[in-house]
């Protein structure tokens, strides 16, 4: 039982190329989210998924695509980087609905993007 | 605006010296408040889960209380190893699960 799994660990771009964060959980969760860190400002909701083909905008959604094809998978698409996207990023998962266990965030170890 | 502040912002205890951290919240419709720990380097670890005004949680040295409008984590006897940044969560009515700022917590041996 791996949990949340976030590839890669670290990664450098220069300003305007594009790149996917990974995400995939084993843990037949419905909820799935991503979060960017930055100093100072906290964990910030980017998008957000309660199930499989269902995605939403969080508070910071500008820059950043998700799609939610697989229950396990929900990837995190930077289309055209800017250094403003410089942050360490997490995703989380939970499972959906009422259920006892819903709310109860796993997250992912996380990645930490630079831009240039 | 959906809303959640956190203070203060940091707090440096010596052992053993007991205190609480704020979380007040301004949100339309709350479905469930959250407290997390992170530690440098880390993704949050999961603490206590409240639902309704009045409930309250503990484990070891930390107690969550709260109100219709704020949260508290207290801290008792606090050991160096409880050194971390704690963070406050709130689910909206739209399934959104969002954080405040954190609270920074250095307990000096």
């Known amino acids: 039982n791996a949990g949340v799994t976030q590839t890669p660990k670290f990664q450098v771009l220069k300003t305007g190329q594009s790149m996917t964060l990974q995400c995939a959980q084993d843990?037949?969760?419905?909820?799935m989210s991503w979060y960017r860190q930055d100093p100072g400002m906290g964990l910030r909701l980017i998008h957000y998924?309660?199930?499989?083909?269902?995605?939403d905008q969080g508070e910071v959604p500008n820059g950043y695509n998700v799609s939610r094809s697989t229950t396990e998978d929900f990837p995190l698409r930077l289309l055209s980087a800017a250094p403003s996207q410089t942050s360490v990023y997490f995703c989380?998962?939970?499972?959906?609905?009422?259920?006892?266990?819903?709310?109860?965030?796993?997250f992912g170890a996380g990645s930490r993007l630079t831009v240039l | 605006e959906d809303q959640v502040t956190q203070s203060p912002e940091a707090l440096r205890l010596q052992e053993g010296e007991s205190s609480s951290l704020n979380c007040s919240y301004t949100?339309?419709?709350?479905?469930?408040l959250f407290w997390y720990r992170q530690d440098p380097g880390k993704g949050p670890e999961f603490l206590f889960t409240?639902?309704?005004a009045g409930e309250e949680k503990e484990k070891e040295r930390l107690k969550a209380t709260l109100t219709k409008k704020e949260s508290f984590l207290h801290i008792t006897a606090p050991k160096p190893e409880d050194s971390a940044t704690y963070l406050c969560?709130?689910?909206?009515?739209?399934?959104?699960?969002?954080f405040g700022k954190g609270t920074r917590l250095h307990i000096l041996p």
């Open positions: 989380a998962s939970t499972y959906g609905g009422s259920s006892t266990g819903a709310n109860v965030l796993t």
């Open positions: 843990m037949n969760h419905e909820y």
């Open positions: 998924s309660v199930g499989a083909g269902i995605t």
């Open positions: 949100v339309s419709g709350l479905r469930g």
């Open positions: 409240l639902y309704s």
């Open positions: 969560a709130v689910r909206l009515r739209d399934d959104k699960i969002i």
